[in-house]
């Protein structure tokens, strides 16, 4: 499993954070990369921002970026998802499937854009950067 993906799996598998956002195709609105055709808000989106590998001591280490970003239909909506999504991912170690683990910090944000207009709806967009420290088990 992909690190964004093993986010993606945390936050889809709290309950938490899924009664705030939409479902898509019966799963609930958290995508890797943009949102599809389709989405309704409000749906959280990951990103990748960047990724630095290292070796150390006969461990694999990784230090990536992720960007979680929440489009919501108001600014108090995208509020409340980021209070869950912090409950989720800042300060925790979440294991992946294949003897890797994840601590979890976040290092910048949330913060909020200007209003986006998508189509003719305002978008409501939170983001902020979690810095994922991995290492082969």
Excluded at 60 to 76: C, G, L, P
């Amino acid at each position: 499993m992909s690190i964004s993906k093993g986010l993606q799996a945390a936050l889809a598998g709290d309950s938490g954070v899924t009664s705030l956002i939409t479902e898509f195709l019966s799963d609930p609105s958290v995508f890797v990369g943009s949102a599809p055709k389709g989405a309704i808000k409000p749906y959280i989106c990951i990103f990748d921002v960047s990724s630095i590998p290292s070796d150390t001591h006969a461990s694999r280490y990784e230090d990536v970026v992720r960007q979680v970003s929440v489009y919501a239909n108001s600014y108090y909506d995208a509020e409340e998802i980021f209070d869950e999504i912090d409950l989720v991912l800042h300060g925790k170690i979440i294991a992946l499937d294949n003897d890797t683990c994840l601590m979890i910090t976040r290092v910048r944000g949330p913060v909020s854009d200007p209003d986006i207009i998508v189509s003719e709806n305002v978008n409501y967009h939170r983001h902020a950067d979690y810095k994922v420290l991995t290492q082969k088990l």
